[in-house]
């Protein structure tokens, strides 16, 4: 029995002679590999959770990013011009062709190029044939003509006609009322 004893080598002490291999570590050194193993394996786990955890929080959330891009500020629009105003025209009062006439009441107000000189004298020489024009303009036209909703339709006219047959060197671009009032007499 003593001979399987020895054999086997159950006590840990090799007692033939001989290098018989090579010796295994102790202690500390046999622990680390294990112990760095299992500490990699923590690591891991801990990063895979927290990813998963993070992705379903955003999920559920709705905090995740969309998936089509909606732009907030439309690039083709240019930023608007800025205009200088005339609005010496004053208070007109006429009547509509219609049979039975309206009375109208309009504050015009015309917008030249903001660093356009030329205009402001030109349109200053010109206020009376701008009165005129403005007088003539609201008579030939019906009630149903000056309702709100062709308001655009009227600028654009006015504009058209003072920029072709009154103005020579300045150029309306925008057109506003003050006042427009269409009133049954």
Sequence with gaps: MADNRDELDLDGTETSGGDGGPKKPSGLASLLPNLLKFIAIGVGALIFIATVSIITFNILNGAGKSQTNTPTADPYNAA???????????????????????????????????????????????????????????????????????????????????????????????????QLDVVEM
């Design 80 to 178: 608007r011009p800025q205009y200088s105003w005339f609005t010496t025209i004053g208070v007109i009062r006429t009547r509509t062709k219609d049979p039975t006439p309206y009375s109208v009441v309009v504050n015009m107000i015309i917008g030249y190029d903001l660093n356009d000189k030329n205009a402001q004298t030109e349109l200053t020489n010109r206020l009376y044939e701008l009165k005129d024009f403005v007088r003539n303009y609201f008579s030939s036209k019906t009630a149903a003509e000056l309702r709100t909703e062709n308001e655009e339709q009227l600028k654009i006219e006015i504009k058209e006609q003072l920029n072709t047959r009154i103005l020579e060197k300045a150029k309306a671009r925008e057109i506003l009322f003050q």
